[in-house]
């Protein structure tokens, strides 16, 4: 199974938005609404902020949003804030041999 | 609250095997639904699942390592502990357990970094 393919960084200022892309097959991401979205700032532990594709569990900025179109899932943050400077990973369910894959990691720089 | 903290050594000679203890609280893992799952990352790369076990025994292992895999969990102790066989050095990286709800990992732990090296 591979990872599910993410850019390597994207960036943008404070207060603007950055779109995050995930991109798998029909076997993970395009056959199940099970994506989820971490942030990781390295040394600490990562922190899940969407699940199901777009649900936002409490206490996570409604800044943070996620949706989905064929094999591919994307997580957006508006309004950018310096705390978001991290890297974000996306993680997929790929049914019952593979069960779950992550994707390569994406390095958001809040300029 | 939910926490969890991973335990074991920093340091292994190849082909040693790797035991590794996930302690935690806050949850049980009798309760329907509930997992623990263990996710590494070696430095610079990105995550990767290794094993899930489940409230009811039920367990899964990453296709790729299934053979070198074996996951555990005593429920009396909150603990949950994942060996690997066979270590080598490109298994040097933070591994890390967390509380599976659902389909996602809800909480984890700061995570431990294993080197594997003679």
């Known amino acids: 199974q591979s990872a599910l393919t993410q850019p390597r960084s994207v960036s943008g200022s404070p207060g603007q938005s950055v779109t995050i892309s995930c991109s798998g097959t029909?076997?993970?991401?395009?056959?199940?609404?099970?994506v989820s979205w971490y942030q990781h700032h390295p040394g600490k532990a990562p922190k899940f902020m969407i699940y199901?594709?777009?649900k936002r569990p409490s206490g996570v900025p409604d800044r943070f949003s996620g949706s989905k179109s064929g094999n591919t899932a994307s997580l957006t943050i508006s309004g950018l804030q310096a705390e978001d400077d991290a890297d974000y990973y996306c993680?997929?369910?790929?049914?019952?041999?593979?069960?779950?894959?992550f994707g390569t990691g994406t390095k958001v720089t809040v300029l | 609250q939910v926490t969890l903290k991973e335990s074991g050594p920093t340091l292994v000679k190849p082909t040693q095997t790797l035991t590794l203890t996930c302690t935690f609280s806050?949850?049980?893992?009798?309760?329907?639904?509930?997992?623990v799952g263990w996710i590494r990352q070696p430095p610079g790369k990105a995550l990767e699942w290794l094993a899930l076990?489940?409230?009811?025994?039920?367990?899964r292992y990453s296709p790729s390592l299934k053979s070198r895999l074996t996951i555990t969990k005593d429920t009396s102790k909150n603990q949950v502990v994942l060996t690997m066989t066979n270590m080598d050095p490109v298994d040097t990286a933070t591994y890390y357990c967390a509380h599976k709800y659902s389909s996602y990992f809800g909480s984890w732990g700061q995570g431990t970094l294993v080197t594997v090296s003679s």
């Open positions: 029909s076997s993970d991401v395009g056959g199940y609404n099970f």
């Open positions: 993680c997929s369910y790929a049914g019952t041999y593979n069960n779950y894959v």
């Open positions: 199901d594709v777009n």
């Open positions: 076990i489940y409230w009811d025994d039920d367990i």
């Open positions: 806050g949850f049980s893992l009798t309760t329907s639904g509930v997992g």
